[in-house]
């Protein structure tokens, strides 16, 4: 959710550094930032509102520091203003915090530091964390910091600075944090993102542990104070892969690399055989298949269920994962749970995981960050392939999902000793963008309406309920997604001459139906959208057709999603909004 950096070096001017790399986190969170450096026993704490840009502005890069910290934040306790703005010190000035996740059992604890005569100079719950290792003066750092993290109730990654070393102490629990080190600094961060420049390795902290770092040695331990060893990942392309080249926003650049990343991942997948471990014996018991995800990955798991049901002739349903775990799921080991989430951090949809692991579930990862905590906690990983994807609207990587999705419905259908249901290459024949200069026009009258609506049966339904999620996020344009069919059922009275309604159809054998929900909605003074790539017909009274490329239906809703993609980044950028940080919103999610 918030972004963090903590950094070593054995030259001055570290600040630089630190803001450099901070703005590549700026993604997961951008209400506010702040910095903390250290030098002769005293802090040096600097904060502003907004964009990394303000903080910038108010350091001097010549600096002679060799320790910080820093973190831009997205707001959960508190309010966005200077006060709430990490780091936070402790009341005696000897700690400094940065710290994303949530503590859940605050409230408690602020009344325990009362008792110590300690007050809160802030409304968050991080500044919790320096006020409880301010207590204890005489012991060993590292033993007060696991005594404190044993106090938490909820999820955490913390990074601490005390006065008098030129060292950080970390802990993480449920919220990722990772460690990188050469011979001239050692850097902390929230995302292995920011180590694509200067190092060969990194390390993922273990959840539940904590460290001491210094520039000469990375000391890990578990909650017992008992040393870790930990293995170094090797920094990858896909660290790498976050630079902006041409484009003014990464939304753009990220739809624009729709055909680039499914190509690369059909060759991925073709090269490397995923599915090894998904064979007969891996689904010989199962019963019913559960798909669990959140925001756009969820959607992905609606598509998902939708493609398993019809290919592979599994029960399967999709799930929210923040509904899930209240849900008394009836799960066991004669069901497959498969986790969808971009980020792999997802906190409801980890929690799932852990649930479904306990009651005996196979489980089934389907992420686009392979170091992610959802990847290393499934029995099974399928990669999406898509490359750092920067933007909050979620993009390619939705995109990536279904292809993902369809491979394995179509991978499980063969399980079952069925033919092929549809030739997925036919994907690598497509124009993805075909038509796309015409939504200029579209966005025109999506700004002249009041009421937006988004209706399709079956997948096409699954679309529109996408289309209206990334219209909402960057553009704040109050809108409607609901199946065709259940127009009549209530929403319908909506409908008016300030209406315009998408009609998303692809399936031939539901055209009519689709038609025959317009024909209400024109009755009503509505204006029609269809989005299609099938023939229609000419007598209709539809007041605007967008086609995109024909492909099999089955495939379709692969390439229906791009046209409405592209109308919800146009949109924002013509109401002067940034689209790939959209109000309220963060890209990772990684409290409750």
């Known amino acids: 959710m918030c972004g963090i950096i903590g950094y070593l070096s054995t030259s001055p001017g570290v600040s630089k550094k630190i803001i450099h790399n901070l703005k590549k986190l700026e993604y997961r969170g951008y209400d506010s930032s702040g910095i903390c450096l250290l030098k002769n026993d005293k802090f040096f704490v600097k904060k502003s509102i907004g964009e990394i840009k303000n903080l910038q502005k108010k350091l001097n890069f010549n600096d ?53 005569n300690i007050s809160l100079s802030s409304e968050t719950d991080s500044e919790i964390i320096p006020q409880l290792m301010s207590i204890n003066k005489n012991i060993d750092n590292i033993e007060k910091l696991r005594n404190v993290t044993c106090m938490l109730r909820g999820s955490y990654a913390i990074c601490l600075l005390h006065k008098n070393e030129q060292a ?13 080190q050469n011979k001239n600094s050692t850097m902390i961060s929230s995302d292995p993102v920011t180590f694509g420049e200067d190092y060969e390795y990194y390390y993922a902290l273990p959840d539940d542990c904590l460290a001491k770092v210094d520039l000469k040695d990375i000391s890990v331990y578990d909650s017992n104070l008992k040393k870790v ?38 060759l991925n997948y073709n090269n490397v055989d995923h599915f090894k471990n998904i064979d007969k014996e891996f689904i010989k018991n199962i019963k019913k298949i559960k798909l669990i995800g959140c925001g756009t990955a969820y959607h992905a798991c609606f ?13 399967a349903h999709a799930e929210i994962a923040s ?55 499934s029995d099974i990983v399928l990669p999406l392939c898509a490359g750092m994807e920067i933007a909050v609207m979620s993009t390619k990587a939705y995109n990536a999902m279904l292809v993902v999705l369809k491979l394995l419905s179509e991978h499980l259908r063969k399980l079952n000793g069925k033919p092929m249901n549809v030739d997925i290459s036919e994907l690598q024949n497509v124009d993805y963008f075909k038509n796309i200069d015409k939504i200029d026009e579209i966005t025109d009258l999506v700004l002249k309406h009041e009421k937006i609506f988004f209706i399709g049966r079956a997948e096409d339904y699954v679309t529109a309920l996408e289309a209206g999620l990334k219209l ?89 999603v791009i046209p409405f993609q592209m109308l919800s980044y146009k949109t924002c950028v013509k109401l002067g909004y940034s689209p790939d940080k959209p109000r309220n919103l963060a890209k990772s999610v990684t409290v409750e």
């Open 64 to 116: 002679d520091y060799t320790c910080g910290i820093a973190h831009t934040r997205w707001a959960t306790h508190g309010k966005v203003n200077l006060k709430n703005t990490h780091p936070h010190l402790s009341q005696d000035k000897t700690w400094a915090v940065v710290h994303n996740g949530i503590i859940e059992n605050f409230l408690e604890l602020t009344e325990y530091l009362k008792s110590q």
């Open 168 to 180: 950080i102490y970390i802990a993480r629990r449920h919220s990722p944090l990772y460690i990188a």
């Open 229 to 266: 060893n930990i293995k170094p990942c090797e920094v990858g392309s896909f660290e790498k892969s976050a630079e902006l080249g041409k484009y003014p926003y990464y939304a753009e650049k990220e739809i624009n690399e729709i055909p680039k990343i499914i190509d690369g991942l059909m």
């Open 303 to 315: 598509m998902g269920a939708k493609f398993i049901q019809k290919d592979a002739e599994i029960e």
């Open 323 to 377: 509904e899930f775990r209240y849900s008394n799921p009836l799960i066991d080991q004669e069901t497959l749970c498969i986790f969808l989430s971009q980020s792999g951090e997802t906190a409801d949809t980890l929690l799932s995981l852990e649930l479904a692991k306990k009651m005996g579930a196979k489980t089934i990862a389907i992420v686009n960050v392979p170091y992610s905590s959802i990847a290393r906690e």
């Open 472 to 560: 909402k996020e960057i553009t704040y344009i109050n809108c409607i997604s609901i199946p065709s069919g259940e127009l009549k059922h209530g929403t319908l009275s909506l409908v008016d001459m300030k209406s315009l309604v998408f009609v998303i159809a692809t399936d031939q054998t539901l055209l009519a139906k689709n038609l025959s929900s317009a024909s209400e909605i024109k009755a009503r003074g509505g204006k029609i959208i269809l989005v299609t790539n099938l023939d229609v017909p000419c007598d209709m009274d539809i007041d605007y057709i967008y086609k995109f490329d024909k492909i099999d239906s089955s495939l379709s809703s692969i390439l229906s």
